[in-house]
């Protein structure tokens, strides 16, 4: 059996993906830190206890993966510290910001790689934040640089992955109404969902390695 995997599922971006593919008829495996009523009621399987920073984290999402195949691995759990203005800097939070959001779903494609099969597909959740042709308005020091650093992994990965048969996408969400933003977003979570979906159902090993708005925009490195 094949499934789709989904990290950070429980809120935001990651639980509005889950019900989308849910309702294509996926088997989804949603793993997050703790559940929420919300990931529970749609009846997907739920693995709790998945902190994509720790070793043990990516041991249980291994578990439970176990030997079935993964057709679409989402690396969406990610973190945003707010404050970090020049001057301000919390060298602690930058390195968390790292952990989460670029190792973390390297170690996660990594610990996964032998689940992928030929035409599997790896998303990687970014942010325009990320881009140094984008970056217009500076600070904001640790989730910049994170997810920079996970654009590059993005694209070692579409390297790497190809000769497998294996496609990555780098995807920017929008500007998307979560806890994470505290609400102060452009869309709401579904409609990101649907363009993130549409940008990875087009994605082929000819396009592998690309980053897109999920408008469909290619946007900057």
């Known amino acids: ?3 789709t995997v989904i990290t950070g599922a429980n809120r935001g971006i990651g ?4 019900a989308a593919l849910k309702q294509r008829g996926h088997t989804v495996v949603a793993t997050c830190r703790e559940s929420s009523p919300e990931l ?3 009846g997907v399987e739920v693995v709790t206890g998945v902190d994509v920073a720790t070793d043990q984290g990516i041991a249980a999402l291994r578990a439970a993966v176990g030997d079935r195949a993964v057709d679409l691995l989402v690396n969406n759990a990610g973190i945003l510290i707010w404050d970090e203005p020049l001057g301000k800097l919390d060298a602690d939070g930058i390195r968390r910001q790292f952990e989460v959001n670029a190792l973390a779903p390297l170690r996660v494609t ?10 599997s597909k790896v998303a990687l959740i970014t942010s325009r934040m990320g881009s140094i042709g984008d970056n217009s ?3 904001g020091y640790g989730y910049r640089m994170s997810k920079a650093a996970l654009n590059m992994a993005g ?5 790497d992955l190809a000769p497998d048969g294996v496609a990555v996408a780098i995807l920017h969400p929008g500007m998307v109404k ?4 505290q609400g102060h977003g452009q869309i709401e979570p579904e409609v990101a969902a649907a363009g993130l979906l549409a940008r990875i159902d087009e ?6 390695g690309g980053f897109w708005h999920q408008n469909g925009e290619r946007l900057p490195w």
Not at 15 to 18: C, T
Not at 111 to 119: D, E, F, H, K
């Open 15 to 18: 639980l509005a993906l889950a």
């Open 178 to 181: 979560t806890r994470m933003v």
């Open 40 to 42: 529970e009621a749609l």
């Open 203 to 208: 994605l082929t090993l000819e396009t592998t």
């Open 155 to 159: 694209k070692s990965l579409a390297v």
């Open 110 to 119: 990594e610990a996964l790689r032998g689940a992928l099969r030929r035409g």
């Open 1 to 3: 059996m094949s499934i």
């Open 137 to 139: 308005s500076g600070g």
